[in-house]
């Protein structure tokens, strides 16, 4: 069986790998498409996650506002893990020894449990609160740990781009 660090070098050693290191345009461009998958997931679900507060679109019924802006956040989620993955496969044996690419992992794992448990008990709740202008301490809760594991993502992958090279 393989450890962590193995399969870390031979994705590195992949030719997407290979590719995303040595070609002039293949690590700017998915920068790029990184950073704009991260505005399109992160910032319509914070925009969702200021609902849940109970701070920004008030008047507006939570369900509605998850509904219209789902399909936004879940293709920005797809371009960002995608493209993620293939930075990953450039540079993951740097990335292996990174303590900020540790950090970043364990808040993207905790934005995956805070999800999981908004949707399996918070949400079956929300006809009780869909209207609310202040919802429940759950929703809030979420709300709060959700903007804040993915700032922690977000800031971690920025230091690791500083401490990796």
Not at 5 to 19: D, I, N, R, S, Y
Not at 102 to 111: D, G, S
Request: glycine share 8%; aromatic share 14%.
């Amino acid at each position: 069986m393989m450890t962590v660090l193995q399969m870390f070098e031979w994705l590195e050693a992949t030719p997407l790998g290979v590719l995303v290191r040595e070609s002039a345009w293949g690590f700017p461009i998915l920068v790029a498409c990184h950073i704009m998958g991260i505005m399109l997931s992160v910032g319509t679900l914070v925009w969702f996650d200021l609902r849940l507060l109970g701070v920004s679109m008030t008047g507006v019924r939570a369900s509605l506002m998850y509904r219209r802006l789902m399909p936004w956040m879940f293709t920005g989620f797809a371009i960002m893990f995608v493209s993620g993955f293939m930075l990953l496969a450039g540079f993951a044996t740097n990335a292996y020894g990174n303590v900020y690419f540790r950090i970043k992992i364990i808040a993207m794992v905790l934005a995956a449990v805070n999800a999981v448990l908004y949707h399996r008990f918070t949400e079956r709740r929300i006809v009780q609160w869909d209207d609310a202008p202040g919802p429940p301490t759950a929703a809030r809760v979420a709300g709060l740990v959700s903007i804040s594991v993915w700032m922690t993502v977000i800031l971690a992958g920025r230091m690791m781009s500083y401490t990796m090279f």
